[in-house]
């Protein structure tokens, strides 16, 4: 099995460590691209989560082009008005919200537009933001670095990005 694939290398230092017996790993696949299953990021995801099946995993996917994600307001009401949960929006976060935090593990596929994610991946990684604190402490194993932690109702899954450029250069996914 090639380095560096998810089965290859196992899920160390993950939740899924913990109870890798006791139950199927749970994983949740995004497609970030508006192309859905004709897309390079789907073909990025398909033999990666067919192993995962095959390994005995339970994969849940979905599109973010086919639900409606809002932007992020900033105005802070998911850490003091409802905590954990967006004051501002009533959208499908409601219904991907718990199966992330369910999750053993994320995987996210996205297509580089303009060397960067789509807005609507971005709006959904910004949504996260109930499933921090608003505080900022000194990163646990990186000196120098600092980091919201994990709020204490939260149990994040590992996760992992599939980018996939449009562009025949390698050079261009490794920017």
């Avoid at 390994?55 to 998911?78: D, K, M, P, R, W």
């Avoid at 949504?127 to 194993?141: A, Q, V």
């Avoid at 000196?143 to 450029?165: D, E, L």
Wanted: glycine fraction near 6%.
């Amino acid at each position: 099995m090639p380095a560096g694939c998810p089965r290859s290398q196992g899920l160390r230092g993950s939740r899924r460590e913990a109870t890798r017996y006791n139950s199927p790993m749970q994983v949740l696949a995004l497609n970030g691209s508006p192309r859905l299953e004709e897309s390079n990021s789907q073909c990025l995801l398909n033999p990666l989560l067919a192993g995962m099946q095959e390994a005995g995993a339970e994969v849940t996917q979905h599109y973010l082009a086919q639900l409606s994600i809002n932007y992020c307001t900033g105005c802070f009401s998911c850490w003091t008005r409802t905590p954990g949960r967006c004051a501002a929006w009533r959208d499908d976060m409601d219904l991907l919200l718990p199966q992330v935090l369910a999750a053993d593990f994320l995987v996210l596929s996205f297509p580089l537009y303009v060397y960067t994610m789509p807005a609507r991946v971005k709006a959904f990684l910004e949504r996260l933001l109930p499933t921090i604190e608003p505080w900022i402490i000194p990163h646990p194993t990186r000196p120098g670095v600092s980091t919201h932690p994990a709020a204490a109702t939260v149990s994040r899954p590992s996760w992992s990005c599939y980018p996939a450029p449009g562009w025949p250069s390698p050079s261009i996914s490794a920017r």
